[in-house]
């Protein structure tokens, strides 16, 4: 069974800090990672993905996600954070090896920018 | 391009009545997700169609929920009767089916539905 883990629920960064979003995931075969972003009453928009090839994986809005295998992380990063970034974050994962398109997501980090 | 569409966006009844969810995907996306995300935390797969037919349902508490796509294309989800615990948003996605070339097979949501169940 596929699984993801987010351990911080909430995250805290001065605007013009870096932010970092940890996600680790558990998957049985090779992983495809996704990232999305969340703002209140609104769907969840899609970021960025892991699917292969270089482990850094650049995104929308000047997001970006290392890939580490040997950790199995995929933690989201962006070099100076707006406080328009405060938002929930939920990074998920599929195994390439399951049927369909089944992803499962972690239970999400809040992100607060403060000015 | 137009994205996921939803409705309603709000809908409170009260336990042991029943509700429906419509979500239209975004033209050429053969694949269709209902999610359900409780507050606080992450969205859960209840049912995905590839086209007209279920992919996983495995999620689906089928003794009160079903879910169709009769012409491969819309959607409706209905809960029947409702729990108190059933209060969550519902999430539509859609997405290319995998393999198709350049897709990349991630999915796009819709703005959701917000249950109150009283």
């Known amino acids: 069974a596929q699984s993801v883990a987010q351990p911080e629920d909430q995250v805290n960064v001065a605007e013009g800090n870096p932010l970092t979003v940890k996600c680790t995931y558990s998957?049985?075969?090779?992983?495809?990672l996704f990232w999305y972003v969340q703002y209140p009453n609104r769907g969840l928009q899609f970021l960025l993905k892991?699917?292969?090839?270089?482990?850094l994986v650049k995104g929308s809005y000047g997001f970006e996600a290392e890939f580490n295998k040997s950790q199995t992380s995929f933690h989201l990063k962006k070099p100076s954070a707006l406080v328009s970034d405060s938002a929930l974050y939920f990074c998920?994962?599929?195994?390439?090896?399951?049927?369909?398109?089944?992803?499962?997501f972690g239970g999400g980090t809040r992100v607060l920018v403060k000015p | 391009e137009a994205g996921v569409a939803q409705s309603p966006r709000y809908k409170i009844i009260e336990k042991r009545q029943s509700v429906a969810f419509w979500c239209n995907p975004i033209?050429?996306?053969?694949?269709l997700y209902w999610y359900q995300q409780i507050l606080g935390q992450g969205p859960k797969l209840l049912i995905q169609?590839?086209?007209?037919?279920?992919?996983?349902d495995s999620q689906l508490p089928k003794d009160r929920f079903s879910a169709e796509r009769l012409k491969g294309v819309d959607s409706t989800l209905k809960i029947q009767p409702a729990k108190l615990e059933d209060s969550a948003v519902y999430l539509c996605?859609?997405?290319?089916?995998?393999?198709?070339?350049?897709?990349?097979?991630?999915?796009?949501f819709g703005p959701g539905t917000r249950l109150t169940v009283l």
């Open positions: 996605a859609s997405s290319f089916p995998r393999g198709v070339a350049g897709a990349g097979n991630e999915q796009f």
């Open positions: 892991y699917i292969t090839g270089d482990n």
């Open positions: 998957v049985s075969g090779n992983p495809y």
């Open positions: 169609f590839q086209n007209n037919g279920v992919v996983d």
């Open positions: 998920a994962v599929r195994d390439i090896g399951a049927a369909g398109n089944k992803l499962t």
């Open positions: 033209s050429g996306h053969a694949t």
